[in-house]
């Protein structure tokens, strides 16, 4: 397992850290994980600690969570600024703490590779092995580019029928009263895209389905959503692979089929036999090594 090179280390906090791209299933493997542990939740994405947009940022949902505790999400208040590396680290230090207190063990989960990372690292230098900072065991959940690209359209259209539209034009609506409100989560996806169409169409909205050129502008819209959520689960995939090849000690776990079969009856099974058992042995092994 991955940990610092000081034997001080070992007698630090445990922490399980998961990584990986969009869309992956890291925050269901988290849910999945505490349910065989004792532990909670931390969360490390950096537009997710803020409260705010909690569709439009893909917060796991209150009842998804299955009383699991979490920890720096919609934390934050959007009007105190943007958090810095080092809010960051000393607000994830204290969580760490805070639940080592409890006898339970961290499990660190967002698409913010670099957050986990700074925090966790000394030093952090992804050309280089890590000199760690508790004892970490990383799990990375892994699809293959093309299966997640595939996938990203239809969690954009899931996201929006869930009503990230309404509260994206919520959003737009508050801040033609106070221009500089929540300002920080002006940053995540979805705000810009859907300001352009705003900006046109503002709220309240109407309909649009007897509008083409409305239409248009909505669907555009969406492909711009589609776009930069591409390009960031690209840019995450390269940050994972660097780690690898510096050194890091990921554990990686294949979760390619699973999202390949959506919703399919069989996808459960799979995702258990490929994902969760495995990652189970692994958090035990862990756990037990002194």
């Known amino acids: 397992m991955a940990s610092s090179s000081s034997a001080a280390a070992h007698r630090r906090p445990k922490v399980v850290a998961i990584i990986g791209a969009t869309g992956c299933g890291k925050s269901r493997l988290s849910i999945d994980l505490a349910s065989h542990f004792p532990s909670e939740v931390i969360n490390s994405d950096k537009m997710q600690v803020y409260r705010g947009l909690d569709i439009t940022t893909n917060k796991i949902p209150l009842a998804d969570r299955r009383g699991v505790p979490h920890h720096l999400l919609g934390s934050l208040d959007p009007d105190h600024g943007e958090m810095t590396p080092s809010q960051f680290c000393s607000l994830g230090d204290n969580a760490i703490s805070d639940v080592a207190s409890r006898g339970n063990f961290p499990i660190l989960v967002g698409g913010s590779t670099s957050s986990i990372l700074a925090l966790l690292a000394e030093r952090f230098d992804p050309q280089a092995t890590p000199d760690l900072r508790y004892d970490c065991c990383f799990l990375c959940v892994d699809v293959l580019l093309p299966v997640l690209k595939k996938d990203l359209p239809k969690r954009v259209d899931r996201m929006l029928r869930m009503g990230a539209f309404d509260e994206l034009a919520g959003y737009y609506d508050l801040r033609r009263t106070d221009p500089g409100a929540w300002a920080v989560l002006r940053r995540a996806i979805?705000?810009?895209?859907?300001?352009?169409?705003?900006?046109?169409?503002?709220?309240?909205?109407?309909?649009?389905?007897?509008?083409?050129?409305?239409?248009?502008?909505?669907?555009?819209?969406?492909?711009?959503?589609?776009?930069?959520?591409?390009?960031?689960?690209?840019?995450?995939?390269?940050?994972?692979?660097?780690?690898?090849?510096?050194?890091?000690?990921?554990?990686?776990?294949d979760a390619t089929e699973a999202v390949r079969l959506a919703t399919a009856p069989e996808e459960e099974d799979v995702w258990k036999s490929q994902v969760l058992e495995p990652s189970v042995e692994i958090v035990n092994q862990f756990l037990q090594e002194k």
């Open 190 to 253: 979805g705000v810009l895209e859907f300001d352009r169409y705003f900006e046109k169409y503002p709220p309240p909205r109407g309909e649009r389905q007897n509008d083409p050129v409305r239409e248009g502008a909505y669907q555009e819209a969406l492909r711009e959503i589609k776009k930069n959520a591409g390009q960031l689960m690209i840019r995450q995939v390269k940050k994972i692979r660097q780690l690898s090849e510096s050194g890091w000690e990921l554990h990686r776990l």
